[in-house]
């Protein structure tokens, strides 16, 4: 084999490892951003459950001083809602939760 052929060969398997690499790069890639993703949706979803329990907590401190209740009732419209909504960040957080998990 000569030198020239020799040189080719090298070259080819080099093209060869730089393309497997780069394909498995992508991928990695692709996976780390999409986890990335995951992690930022579940923080989005976080924050507006906070943003909800904030205001379930308001709506209760109303409940006892401006409107001089001594119960509030889980059941009743002002509360329900934001409870509703909590159950159902609760449920989509778990799911990106176990979604990232099985990712890992």
Not at 26 to 31: E, N, S
Not at 53 to 77: M, P, S, W
């Amino acid at each position: 084999m000569s030198f020239g052929e020799r040189m080719k060969e090298m070259i080819d398997q080099g093209l060869a490892v730089s393309k497997d690499f780069a394909v498995k790069a992508g991928a990695k890639a692709q996976d780390l951003g999409e986890r990335g993703i995951l992690m930022l949706e579940i923080k989005q979803l976080e924050n507006q459950a906070q943003k909800v329990l904030t205001r379930l907590g308001n709506e209760a401190y109303i409940a006892f001083t401006e409107r001089d209740q001594n119960t509030i009732d889980r059941d009743a419209v002002e509360f329900r809602t934001f409870l509703e909504q909590l159950a159902s960040l609760k449920e989509t957080i778990e799911k990106k939760e176990a979604e990232l998990k099985n990712r890992g």
